[in-house]
């Protein structure tokens, strides 16, 4: 008898089996091991150290993921003791080799790092495989979907930037990570076009072309990222909050913040940090 149409839906999503999932807040581990299972692993706030293979130990930034994978050494965790807040998804199956072969799960031991530029789309994807995860009577389906979703998200940030110099690709990288290390500074893009020896105008044309937008569009996004994820790790008040990433009037805070995520501050707080 032929299967209907429910069964083989279903059959899709057969191949991937979940073991570790979760977000942890104010962790101060390091991790060091070959990983048991593939996984996907995203830095929502702080800094970190990250190492694969013994070789060069790299600073890692909030806005950040990474694969992990049986067949590689990782090094991960605190720098000096201080705190972040991570979430990790770790599955294992014959479904993984088909993300393999089809270039979704890449193994880049030269360039492990995939700098995230829609942060709230992978925050709230990753979110949501979670849950789907921890809800009563979980199926497989939804969580795989969610996953392939992750991994599709994080092939389109590893396009390279087309026809922009290596030197400048370099350049632009240090700069957005510095963005995202402390979005609160006053940043100085004249001064920036300088210290990489563009004009204004080269500088923003370059830079809108490797993040695909505009350096304060950048700036402002990398703040809304980082008082998202104070909400979910701090217990304090929105306004210290809004001056903490750089926006000292509550109420532009609570706009720009209710533009980029559709509620305000405390509605996140109350959604997401309560399915924590």
Request: aromatic share 14%; with cysteine.
């Amino acid at each position: 008898m032929e299967m209907d149409a429910k069964e083989k839906a279903m059959n899709y999503f057969d191949g991937l089996q979940f073991f570790y999932h979760g977000i942890t807040r104010k962790n101060t581990r390091i991790q060091r091991n070959y990983p048991r299972f593939h996984g996907i692993q995203y830095l929502l706030s702080g800094e970190i150290f990250l190492r694969l293979n013994h070789g060069p130990s790299l600073r890692v930034t909030g806005g950040h993921a990474w694969l992990t994978y049986p067949e590689g050494y990782f090094e991960y965790g605190s720098i000096d003791g201080k705190p972040y807040d991570n979430l990790f998804l770790c599955f294992e199956g014959p479904r993984v080799q088909k993300f393999i072969e089809s270039g979704l799960f890449v193994k880049n031991p030269e360039k492990p790092l995939i700098q995230i530029n829609n942060t709230e789309k992978f925050f709230k994807t990753m979110m949501d495989a979670i849950n789907s995860l921890d809800a009563p009577n979980a199926g497989s389906s939804r969580p795989v979907l969610l996953t392939e979703d992750l991994l599709l998200q994080l092939h389109e940030q590893n396009i390279p930037s087309q026809q922009i110099p290596r030197h400048q690709v370099d350049f632009f990288e240090k700069l957005t990570a510095a963005i995202c290390l402390t979005p609160e500074k006053r940043w100085d893009f004249d001064l920036e076009a300088r210290n990489g020896n563009m004009s204004p105008l080269h500088f923003r044309k370059l830079f809108k072309q490797y993040i695909s937008m505009p350096p304060q569009q950048f700036v402002i996004m990398s703040r809304l990222q980082r008082a998202a994820a104070l909400l979910l790790t701090t217990d304090e008040q929105v306004s210290e909050i809004g001056s903490q990433v750089g926006i000292e009037n509550e109420f532009y805070f609570s706009r720009l913040f209710r533009k980029k995520y559709g509620v305000s501050p405390a509605e996140y707080r109350r959604t997401f940090y309560k399915k924590q």
